[in-house]
């Protein structure tokens, strides 16, 4: 059965510290794996988008890896600011089209 | 600003009655994908449009359906609501045919509100 797993549920971390979400999927046949993030009450937007030959992507403080052979991916923040607060979901995708989303991790920043 | 757009913002309405959710893609996209998102909950897919064709369906309930005109803006329909129905519904959209091959841009989102 394909499945996205997310961990933890939620976090909450001072700012200014790192923190990693983490991902595990069983999705196959593997075709790429997206982390979004979801504000609250607002459309989930972009943040890196892998597929099976990369290992690791960054955006700015955001940087995701990727471990085909372990099916786990993980979401690192750096220096975490107030703004990174929100959901961060994982997004797998299987060839034919199908594409699974994990339940998120609600991470809140505490100043 | 993703350059999806959705209408309304908020809807709220009684169980049992019938409302529409309007969605206009990104400028040149032709795949518009619909989700469901319950309170504290994860995305769930619903249906998915290319080119005013249905591709693929998710858990879309029976009382619920949706259209692609030929502008390529998409309609959701619920119907017969109840108060589970009660969600924020979000509509996507990407450039070509294939829901894994594509990132998706989502819109803003529609918060139904069933009393």
């Known amino acids: 059965k394909n499945q996205v797993e997310q961990s933890p549920q939620s976090l909450i971390i001072l700012e200014g510290k790192n923190c990693t979400l983490q991902?595990?999927?069983?999705?196959?046949?593997?075709?790429?794996l997206r982390w979004y993030k979801q504000d609250t009450g607002r459309g989930p937007v972009s943040l890196t988008i892998m597929t099976f030959s990369e290992n690791t992507k960054s955006n700015g403080r955001y940087t995701a890896t990727l471990d085909a052979d372990t099916k786990q991916s993980s979401l690192h923040i750096t220096a975490s600011q107030l703004s990174d607060s929100a959901s961060y979901i994982c997004v797998v995708s299987a060839r034919a089209s199908k594409i699974i989303f994990g339940s998120g991790t609600r991470l809140s920043i505490r100043p | 600003d993703s350059g999806v757009t959705q209408t309304p913002k908020h809807l709220i309405t009684a169980t049992g009655q019938r409302v529409t959710l309007r969605c206009s893609p990104r400028s040149g996209d032709l795949s518009v994908y619909w989700y469901q998102q319950s309170l504290d909950q994860g995305l769930q897919f619903l249906i998915q449009y290319y080119n005013g064709e249905e591709r693929a369906k998710g858990n879309i309930l029976e009382r619920f359906s949706a259209q692609q005109f030929p502008d390529l803006h998409s309609e959701l329909n619920l119907s017969s609501l109840e108060l589970g129905d009660s969600a924020l519904y979000f509509c996507?959209?990407?450039?070509?045919?294939?829901?894994?091959?594509?990132?998706?841009?989502f819109g803003p989102g529609t918060r139904l509100t069933v009393l």
């Open positions: 991902c595990n999927y069983t999705v196959s046949p593997f075709s790429n």
């Open positions: 996507a959209s990407s450039a070509i045919e294939g829901r894994g091959y594509n990132e998706q841009f």
